[in-house]
């Protein structure tokens, strides 16, 4: 039992490249969301999923597209990446109902240049 | 709407003592409220949490939290601080109102001295 995966854990991109960042859960779940970690921001929630086949949109969606590929994967891609989007990218899946926690991966930081 | 507030982005304390981490809350339905640690380079990992079973909760690490509804709040403690404490610690919250998000705070960061 895996948990919560995240391809790849370390990325440099030059400005204007593209990428997809790839997240896996063995869990079941059926929520599963994308954070950006920031110095002094906290977590900030990209992309959601509440179920296989819906997205919504969180606090910062701008320059990122999501694919709720199957129940089990969730991808992140940055279409034309820029500096602003340097940042510790995490991966997280939630059960059905408000009380459960959500499970996070291990992260994947990204450096743009 | 819910928020979450977490006072001091920095908490200094020495080996042995008390730790106390603060969270206030506001939500417009009873909460569920969460406590994570994150290690340096780490992903998060869950504390504890409480689902209105009981007030005061207990989680790993001799962590506790206590749930006061008056003044919407949910500190966490230990009473004994280890250097292996040393981590950032995020609170978050939500509730049954259909979304399927967690709020967090800006997180605080718990530093131990020998």
């Known amino acids: 039992n895996a948990g919560v995966t995240q391809t790849p854990k370390f990325q440099v991109l030059k400005t204007g490249q593209s990428m997809t960042l790839q997240c896996a859960q063995d869990m079941n779940h059926n929520s599963m969301y994308w954070y950006r970690q920031d110095p002094g921001m906290g977590l900030r929630l990209i992309y959601y999923?509440?179920?296989?086949?819906?997205?919504d949109k969180g606090e910062v969606p701008n320059g990122y597209n999501v694919s709720r590929l199957n129940k089990r994967e969730f991808s992140l891609r940055l279409e034309s990446a820029a500096p602003s989007q340097t940042s510790v990218y995490f991966c997280?899946?939630?059960?059905?109902?408000?009380?459960?926690?959500?499970?996070f991966g291990p992260g994947t930081r990204l450096t743009v240049l | 709407a819910q928020s979450v507030t977490q006072l001091g982005s920095h908490v200094s304390v020495s080996e042995g003592a008390l730790v106390l981490l603060r969270c206030n809350y506001s939500s417009s339905v009873p909460p569920y409220l969460f406590w994570y640690v994150q290690y340096p380079n780490q992903g998060l990992q869950l504390l504890l949490k409480y689902t209105s079973a009981a007030t005061l909760v207990k989680g790993i690490n001799g962590f506790e939290a206590e749930f006061k509804k008056s003044e919407t709040s949910f500190h966490l403690t230990k009473p004994s601080a280890h250097m292996s404490d040393a981590a950032e610690y995020f609170c978050?919250?939500?509730?049954?109102?259909?979304?399927?998000?967690?709020?967090f705070g800006k997180g605080t960061m718990l530093l131990v001295s020998p």
């Open positions: 978050a919250v939500s509730d049954d109102s259909g979304y399927s998000t967690l709020t």
């Open positions: 997280a899946s939630r059960g059905q109902g408000a009380y459960n926690e959500q499970f």
């Open positions: 999923s509440a179920s296989e086949g819906t997205t």
